[in-house]
Nanobody, 122 residues
Framework: QVQLVGSGGGLVQAGGSLKLSCAAS????????MGWFRQTPGKEREFVAR????????IYADSVKGRFTISRDDTKNAVYLQMNSLKPEDTATYYC???????????????WGQGTQVTVSS
């Protein structure tokens, strides 16, 4: 059973930064795209960023483009999300996930982390 464990969330003021990490229980990143999603109560989970299995290609939601950076380190079985210039509207539970194919759709991801809360105060 593959497990993804997200960490790094917390409370930060608007304009601040956080770096989220996601670690796998075993070597499962290799050869798979990885993604970050977020969700707020009463809303659907939404795409934030994804990275190709080589790490050479990244895609971002328009709402985070230029502020967030996704990266991966397969030697550590980890994927990261550096979040800068945070806004109150970035407040959400953030989830990492392993992709079955190259897509921004929630349905394209098969394994999910437990979620880490990010709260941005104004």
């Amino acid at each position: 059973q593959v497990q993804l464990v997200g960490s790094g969330g917390g409370l930060v003021q608007a304009g601040g930064s956080l770096k989220l990490s996601c670690a796998a229980s075993r070597r499962t990143f290799s050869g798979s795209p990885m993604g970050w999603f977020r969700q707020t109560p009463g809303k659907e989970r939404e795409f934030v960023a994804r990275i190709s299995w080589t790490g050479s290609l990244t895609i971002y939601a328009d709402s985070v483009k230029g502020r967030f950076t996704i990266s991966r380190d397969d030697t550590k079985n980890a994927v990261y999300l550096q979040m800068n210039s945070l806004k109150p509207e970035d407040t959400a539970t953030y989830y990492c996930a392993r992709g079955q194919r190259w897509s921004s759709s929630v349905a394209a991801y098969d394994y999910w982390g437990q979620g880490t809360q990010v709260t941005v105060s104004s």
